[in-house]
């Protein structure tokens, strides 16, 4: 299983913009399916978004709403999700997850290897 390792997230006011970073063992970001999940307190986990290794993205738009962008720099190992215009209903703690390849990336029981989370808290 891949050990994968959020960060980037903080406090943030409406508005604003962070980038989550998802870092992976070497190659790993490129075999596997990457996704983003997010779960707010006394809610279920969400799904975010995904990159498949071809590299093909997916994204909730319920959540996503053309403001969060997912991008992958295969030389550092990492996957990115960029969140802009940032609301408090954000606020959650963000996941990266790795799923084999054709496995549905919109599903949690798609996914074999979490992060341990990275909070992002938006004010008003």
């Known amino acids: 299983q891949a050990q994968l390792v959020e960060s980037g997230g903080g406090l943030v006011q409406a508005g604003d913009s962070l980038r989550l970073s998802c870092v992976g063992p070497?190659?790993?970001?490129?075999?596997?399916?990457i996704g983003w999940f997010r779960q707010a307190p006394g809610k279920e986990r969400e799904f975010v978004g995904a990159?498949?290794?071809?590299?093909?993205?997916?994204y909730n738009d319920n959540v996503v709403k053309g403001r969060f962008t997912i991008s992958r720099n295969n030389a550092k190992n990492t996957v990115y999700l960029q969140m802009n215009s940032l609301k408090p209903e954000d606020t959650a703690i963000y996941f990266c997850?790795?799923?084999?390849?054709?496995?549905?990336?919109?599903?949690?029981?798609?996914?074999?290897?979490w992060g341990q989370g990275t909070q992002v808290t938006v004010a008003s």
């Open positions: 070497p190659r790993a970001v490129m075999w596997y399916t």
């Open positions: 990159i498949s290794r071809s590299a093909t993205m997916k």
């Open positions: 997850a790795a799923a084999q390849p054709g496995n549905p990336a919109a599903v949690v029981g798609s996914y074999e290897s």
